[in-house]
């Protein structure tokens, strides 16, 4: 179970029942999500723990918690986190509940995400979601400067301690 924290313009577009937040049973924890009206659309979801982006594509919009663990499953194993923790996490977010948003820095990291991926896009032609997520995960980012400074290197702290957040 995770929950997933959408903007208004993507609760809008997806129309779930949404929800208060939840405990999370995944190590990763709970994700925000927003939508990218580009063509083609894309949906860009962020990590709050550890700040990891996922970008896959929005259509169909209502089947987009759905489709997530897959792409998240793509871009871990392209971080080359091991395909057991992969599945294991996989297997904890079988349900979703959708929430608004609460956290205002993690929702500064996604502005920020957006605006790198619109320069990937427009200057190197970088189209591919898989591609660009794992492009983001290597930006450094304020709040994990205690840390692993960038997405990459701090899911893969998160995913070998293994705990539940």
Same mark, same amino acid.
């Not at 594509?57 to 759905?66: C, G, I, N, V």
């Not at 871990?76 to 959708?98: N, Q």
């Given at each position: ?30 994700? /925000? ?24 594509? !929005?259509?169909?919009?209502?089947? !987009? ?6 792409? !998240?499953?793509?871009?871990? !194993? ?19 509940? /959708? ?13 920020? &995400?957006? &605006?790198?991926?619109?320069? /990937? ?23 994990? /400067? ?20």
């Amino acid at each position: 179970m995770f929950n997933l924290h959408c903007t208004k313009k993507l609760l809008d577009r997806i129309k779930p029942d949404v929800q208060v937040a939840v405990g999370c049973s995944t190590i990763l924890g709970d994700w /925000y999500a927003t939508a990218l009206f580009w063509k083609p659309q894309l949906a860009l979801l962020v990590n709050e723990r550890t700040l990891l982006p996922v970008v896959i594509p !929005l259509a169909p919009a209502t089947t !987009l918690a759905q489709r997530f663990p897959d792409a !998240l499953a793509q871009v871990l !194993l392209a971080l080359d986190i091991g395909p057991d923790k992969v599945k294991s996490e996989l297997e904890k977010m079988g349900k979703v509940t /959708y929430c608004k948003t609460s956290n205002r820095s993690v929702l500064g990291i996604m502005n920020q &995400f957006t &605006f790198q991926a619109e320069s /990937y896009r427009d200057h190197f032609g970088l189209i591919d979601p898989l591609a660009l997520s794992v492009k983001l995960a290597g930006t450094p980012c304020g709040p994990l /400067y205690k840390g692993a400074i960038c997405p990459d290197l701090a899911v893969r702290e998160v995913m070998a301690e293994g705990i539940v957040h």
